[in-house]
C-alpha cells in the first residue's frame, strides 16, 4: 500500500467497497445522462481528495490516460455518429439522444469515471486486507490468494531482469546494426526474444515458491486461524448507506 | 503424467506457474495499454480492435502450458488481480474485463472437454474471447451511436486480432517458453505431440 496512515474509508471492509464500486461501474454504464455522469466525477473527486487525501495534481496525472482513452472515442462519436440504437434503447435515461457531440461527450466522461471509480477503490483498499477479505468472506482458495501473492513480490525482480535484458540486447544491437527497414521487421522477433527469457525467470521462481509452500503444508485441507480477522461492521452499514443515497440522488437527477 | 498433474484441479505448482504468467503480462499488458493510448487519441477506436489480441494472451499461453479446465479463464482474472493488488489505477475495470475475455477464451476449451489443444482450438480461442469482449465494449463505450460500416470492420478486426495475436503468437510463445525447460513435468510436457524442450 502507499502510505499506512488511517483513512476514513480503510475500516470499511474490502468487499463491501468492492460491490459499491461494482454497483457504481454498472450504474454508469447503463445510465446514459451527462448530468448522471457529471454527478458521478465529482463525487469521486470529492471522495478522493478529502477522505483519501489525493493532492489535485497526482489525481489529473492519474486521470490522463483514461482521459486520452475517452477522447479518442469523443472524435470517433463525432466522425461516426449515427443516431438511434443503444443510447434510444435507454428511454428516458437518455435526455440528449440523437447529438454526436452530446454522445461523445457522455462516452467520454464514462471512460474517466470507469478510471476515477477503479481509482477510488484501488487506493483505499489495502491489497492485503482485500485478498484477506476474498479468502475469510468471499470463499477464496488459501492456495490461490497465496500464489498471487507470492508472485506478486516478483515485480520489482522483474523489472530488474527487464533492464538486464534491455542492456544485453543494446550491446548485441551494437555488434550488429540492421538498417531502417530490416530494424523494423525484426521489431517483433527482438519482443518475443525480450519476453520468453522474462517469462522463464518468473516460473523458474514461481515453481521454487509453490515447492516451498507445499513443504510447509499450504496445500493441506484444514480450517486455517488468521491473525487479523476481516469482519463487517457499523462502518460498512454506514459506507453502505451512504454509498445508495447518493446512487439514488445521481439517478434522481438524471430522471428528473 | 502422475495422478497429480493428471486430476482435473489445479496442483499448487500449476497454480503458481499460472499467478507467475497472469503477473508477468498484467506487467506487459500495461506497457501495451500505453501504446494504445497514444495510438488511439489520432487514430481512433479502432486502435482498440487492431491491438486487442494481446490483452487476452495469458488466457491461450496459460491453458496451452497447463491444459487443465478453467486455466484460460483464471489466468486473465488472475492478471487482473495482480494489477489490482499492484495498485494500478484502472485495476477493478481491468478484473471485469479480464472475466469478459477470460470466459470468451475458456468457452471453445470447454466445447472440446478440455481434451485438444490444437492450433485451430487456440485460434477459436482468441476468436471468442475477441467477441466477448466486442460485446462488452459495445455496452461499456456505447458502439450502438457508432455507423454500420465501422462496426463491422471493427469487429472484424478484433476478431482477426484475437486470432493472430492471442492464438497463434500465444502459442508460439508457449513453445518457446517451452524449450527454455521451464515447463518439464507440466501438461505441455508430458503430453505427446508438444515440441521436446533443450535439457541443460
Known amino acids: 500500500m502507499r502510505d499506512s496512515e488511517w483513512r476514513p474509508l480503510h475500516p470499511v471492509n474490502p468487499l463491501t467497497k468492492l460491490a459499491a464500486a461494482i454497483v457504481l461501474v454498472i450504474a454508469v454504464t447503463v445510465v446514459f445522462d451527462i448530468r448522471f455522469q457529471a454527478a458521478v466525477l465529482a463525487l469521486i473527486v470529492v471522495v478522493l481528495m478529502v477522505l483519501e487525501g489525493v493532492p489535485p495534481l497526482r489525481l489529473a496525472l492519474v486521470m490522463l490516460p483514461f482521459a486520452l482513452m475517452g477522447f479518442g472515442f469523443l472524435w470517433t462519436n463525432l466522425l461516426f455518429h449515427e443516431a438511434g440504437g443503444y443510447v434510444e434503447s435507454l428511454g428516458r435515461f437518455s435526455l440528449l439522444r440523437g447529438s454526436a457531440l452530446d454522445d461523445g461527450i457522455v462516452v467520454f466522461l464514462r471512460a474517466v469515471n470507469f478510471g476515477a471509480v477503479s481509482y477510488a477503490f484501488v487506493r483505499a483498499t489495502p491489497p492485503a486486507d482485500l485478498a484477506r477479505a476474498l479468502m475469510q468472506n468471499a470463499g477464496l482458495r488459501p492456495?490461490?490468494?497465496?500464489?498471487?501473492?507470492?508472485?506478486?513480490?516478483?515485480i520489482p525482480q522483474l523489472q530488474d531482469d527487464l533492464r538486464q535484458l534491455h542492456l544485453a540486447h543494446a550491446l548485441r544491437a551494437a555488434t550488429a546494426q540492421a538498417s531502417g527497414i530490416r530494424s523494423l521487421v525484426g521489431l517483433p522477433r527482438r519482443y518475443v526474444d525480450l519476453v520468453i527469457p522474462l517469462l522463464a525467470g518468473a516460473v523458474r521462481r514461481a515453481q521454487r515458491s509453490a515447492i516451498s509452500m507445499e513443504a510447509r503444508g499450504l496445500t493441506h485441507p484444514m480450517r486455517r486461524s488468521f491473525l487479523v480477522c476481516s469482519k463487517f461492521g457499523r462502518a460498512d452499514l454506514v459506507f453502505a448507506l451512504a454509498s445508495s443515497a447518493s446512487l439514488m440522488l445521481m439517478i434522481g437527477l438524471a430522471v428528473v | 503424467?502422475?495422478?497429480?498433474?493428471?486430476?482435473?484441479?489445479?496442483?499448487?505448482?500449476?497454480?503458481?506457474?499460472?499467478?507467475?504468467?497472469?503477473?508477468?503480462?498484467?506487467?506487459l499488458y500495461l506497457g501495451w495499454a500505453q501504446l494504445w493510448l497514444m495510438l488511439q487519441v489520432p487514430l481512433g477506436v479502432i486502435m482498440l480492435d487492431v491491438m486487442f489480441g494481446f490483452w487476452c494472451i495469458v488466457s491461450i499461453i496459460a491453458a496451452y502450458i497447463i491444459r487443465k479446465p478453467f486455466v484460460a479463464f483464471g489466468s486473465e482474472v488472475i492478471a487482473a488481480i495482480a494489477e489490482v493488488l499492484?495498485?494500478?489505477?484502472?485495476?477493478?475495470?481491468?478484473?471485469?474485463?479480464?472475466?469478459?475475455?477470460?470466459?470468451?477464451?475458456?468457452?471453445p476449451f470447454a466445447l472440446t472437454r478440455w481434451q485438444n489443444y490444437s492450433l485451430a482450438v487456440l485460434l477459436a480461442a482468441g476468436a471468442s474471447a475477441a467477441v466477448f469482449s466486442f460485446a462488452y465494449t459495445w455496452i461499456r463505450f456505447n458502439y450502438g451511436s457508432l455507423s454500420a460500416g465501422l462496426l463491422?470492420?471493427?469487429?472484424?478486426?478484433?476478431?482477426?486480432?484475437?486470432?493472430?495475436?492471442?492464438?497463434?503468437?500465444?502459442?508460439?510463445?508457449?513453445?518457446?517458453?517451452?524449450?527454455?525447460?521451464?515447463?518439464?513435468?507440466?501438461?505441455?510436457?508430458?503430453?505427446?505431440?508438444?515440441?521436446?524442450?533443450?535439457?541443460?
Open chain 2, 1 to 27: 503424467m502422475d495422478p497429480q498433474t493428471s486430476s482435473r484441479a489445479w496442483t499448487q505448482r500449476e497454480t503458481t506457474v499460472i499467478a507467475a504468467l497472469g503477473v508477468v503480462f498484467g506487467v
Open chain 2, 86 to 107: 499492484t495498485g494500478h489505477p484502472a485495476g477493478l475495470v481491468l478484473l471485469l474485463t479480464g472475466i469478459v475475455q477470460g470466459a470468451g477464451a475458456e468457452l
Open chain 1, 143 to 154: 492456495t490461490v490468494a497465496f500464489a498471487v501473492f507470492s508472485v506478486v513480490q516478483f
Open chain 2, 152 to 200: 463491422i470492420t471493427m469487429f472484424v478486426i478484433r476478431v482477426a486480432s484475437g486470432m493472430l495475436l492471442a492464438g497463434y503468437l500465444g502459442r508460439v510463445l508457449a513453445e518457446r517458453l517451452h524449450r527454455t525447460g521451464v515447463l518439464a513435468g507440466l501438461a505441455i510436457d508430458t503430453t505427446s505431440g508438444a515440441p521436446s524442450p533443450k535439457r541443460a
